[in-house]
Nanobody, 120 residues
Framework: QVQLVESGGGLVQAGGSLRLSCSAS????????MGWFRQAPGQERDIVAS????????YYADSVKGRFTISMDNAKNTVYLQMNSLKPEDTAVYYC?????????????WGQGTQVTVSS
């Protein structure tokens, strides 16, 4: 069973940057699809970005295109989400996920989440 652990969340002012990390044990990223999701209070959990371990193909939600970048370091079994030009509407709990059924999922394994708060 894979264990996913997110880190890197925090409080940042609008226009600032954060880099989230997701490390995994029990699975090799290069064989799977990895995704970042977010959930704001009272809203559904939505996909933000994803990456295919075997091809490094990526997907981005329209709301983050040009601002967020997903990447992976197979040697460290870690996936990153670089978030630039952050906006207050990016405030949410961000989750890392792992799956085998494509960039858009569904995803099978989830981390515990990390809070990102963007102040105006």
């Amino acid at each position: 069973q894979v264990q996913l652990v997110e880190s890197g969340g925090g409080l940042v002012q609008a226009g600032g940057s954060l880099r989230l990390s997701c490390s995994a044990s029990g699975r090799t990223f290069s064989s799977y699809f990895m995704g970042w999701f977010r959930q704001a209070p009272g809203q559904e959990r939505d996909i933000v970005a994803s990456i295919a371990g075997s091809t490094t193909s990526t997907y981005y939600a329209d709301s983050v295109k040009g601002r967020f970048t997903i990447s992976m370091d197979n040697a460290k079994n870690t996936v990153y989400l670089q978030m630039n030009s952050l906006k207050p509407e990016d405030t949410a709990v961000y989750y890392c996920a792992c799956g085998i059924r494509g960039l858009l999922g569904p995803y099978d394994d989830w981390g515990q989440g990390t809070q990102v708060t963007v102040s105006s």
